[in-house]
């Protein structure tokens, strides 16, 4: 079954960091490029980043409101995604899913939630 | 945030037929593709169109996708109590290098 299980949500407090994971299985990772978005309680998406595939170059790009602040990696051995978020603040809270990109967003994980506090 | 503009609501009777509008700009529904997504209450969201009017694989073909100029359309035939849901429409933005969505659009049946 093609899945991802995103994890490692949690309250954190204004300031701090927090290390989500994106956990893909059923399909080929390392061929893939990952997005993540998110999306804060009764409102609409927000697209955070992408990491792009070996091919090209493992690439990121982030939104706006995130960058210099969150890094998006990966380790393809663990068909793992991950989006280090650090300097959160409040504006940061949200449920965040990861994403698989072939056609567009094809497949998304359950998402995670992220309280800052 | 949002760069892409959709009406917030739009309703219709079971049976009948909607239709969603997005518009944008020459940087992303201009020149690239756009997708639609459904968003279930409490659930993570579904990929229903994309490159402008491919469905995926177990999408009916109540639901419809076209694009002219920098506006993007979703159709919805027949409509169900399912179909009661959130739908986003999204495209990349050359300009910002960015992925970026509609404001939403909450359908009621």
């Not at chain 1, 893939?32 to 990491?51: F, T, Y």
Request: charged share 15%; proline share 4%.
């Amino acid at each position: 079954e093609v899945q991802l299980v995103e994890s490692g949500g949690g309250l954190v407090q204004p300031g701090g960091s927090l290390k989500l994971s994106c956990a893909a299985s059923g399909f080929t990772f390392s061929g893939s490029s990952m997005h993540w978005v998110r999306q804060p309680s009764g409102k609409g998406l927000e697209w955070v980043g992408r990491i792009r595939r070996k091919g090209n170059n493992y690439a990121t790009e982030y939104g706006a409101s995130v960058k210099g602040r969150f890094i998006i990696s990966r380790d393809d051995s663990k068909n793992t995604a991950y989006l280090q978020m650090n300097s959160l603040n409040i504006d940061d809270t949200a449920v965040y899913f990861c994403t698989r990109d072939t056609e567009a967003f094809d497949i998304w994980g359950q998402g995670t939630m992220v309280i800052v506090s | 945030q949002s760069v892409l503009t959709q009406p917030p609501s739009v309703s219709a009777a079971p049976g009948q037929k909607v239709t969603i509008s997005c518009s944008g700009s020459s940087s992303n529904t201009g020149n690239n593709y756009v997708s639609w997504y459904q968003q279930l209450p409490g659930t993570a969201p579904k990929l229903l169109i994309y490159d402008n009017n491919k469905r995926p694989s177990g999408i009916p073909d109540r639901f419809s996708g076209s694009k002219s100029g920098r506006s993007a359309t979703l159709g919805i035939t027949g409509l169900q109590t399912g179909d009661e849901a959130d739908y986003s429409c999204g495209a990349w933005d050359s300009s910002l290098s960015a992925f970026v969505f509609g404001t939403g659009t909450k359908v009621t049946v």
